[in-house]
């Protein structure tokens, strides 16, 4: 577990860009401070389409799969669901798993969790988390380790905003899910209807906590998405 950039996440970063702070300034320059989705409370370095980026070939952004820089519906219904039900996080310590933009990490700590780690192992994203902390006046811990299937005393709430996007990989999520469950995890999901979700026998283990109508921008930018809920393993 680190707090903020670790020189090992700063090494892996400088392989492709100059300096740290080379990586801030291309966030800054390609991102705007986004309010326009479920959890205006946020505001998030995002790429929207007010973003030239957003309208260009994907060989002219300098980094690889931003997937931080997009606030996935899943993660958008969690975070809602974090900011209007502080209890689930009030005094816990909080793992949010693929944490991406960082929003459910950062809702978790403004909900008033004891400790809150936001975990992405794209380091790019360790420096996006970082930034959308600061801008939204919190204090997480930030790590680009890979949790999923290894033990994680640390940590009481497991949150994973829209990380069932592919079917193997799910195999891999929801298994090491159940092993945390056993050992008295509170977890929690976001989701907004992916087949690899919605169709796998874990599914089962699930009870829908919660669910939102997207925006209409969100809807139209996730083709055919209309809905986030949200899911307890239990
Ligand atoms: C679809 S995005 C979701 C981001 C965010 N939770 C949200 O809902 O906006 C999935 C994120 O998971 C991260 N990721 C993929 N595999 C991971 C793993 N094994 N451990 C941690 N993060 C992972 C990716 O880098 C990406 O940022």
Known sequence: MRRLLSPFIARRILRHFSSHSEVVQEIDRLTVKSRNHLTPELSLHLITPQCPLWHSPGDECPFDDPFWAFYWPGGQAL??????????????????????????????????AQH?????????????????????????????????????????????????????????????????????KAIYIGDPGRLSFVSHPATQHLQRVASYELLDDCKQENNGLTQGSVWKFS
């Open 79 to 112: 975070t809602r669901f974090l900011l209007d039900n502080s209890s689930v996080t009030k005094g816990h310590s909080v793992l949010d798993v693929g944490s991406g933009c960082a929003a459910s990490a950062i809702a978790a700590v403004k909900s008033g």
């Open 116 to 184: 809150v780690t936001a975990n992405d192992i794209c380091p790019v994203a360790a420096v996006a988390i970082n930034m959308n902390a600061k801008l939204n006046g919190t204090k997480l811990s930030i790590s680009t380790d890979n949790f999923i299937g290894r033990p994680c005393q640390h940590w009481d709430v497991i949150l994973l905003g829209d990380m069932f996007y592919d079917p193997k990989f799910a195999d891999i999520v929801f298994e090491w899910l159940k092993q945390m469950s056993e050992q008295g």
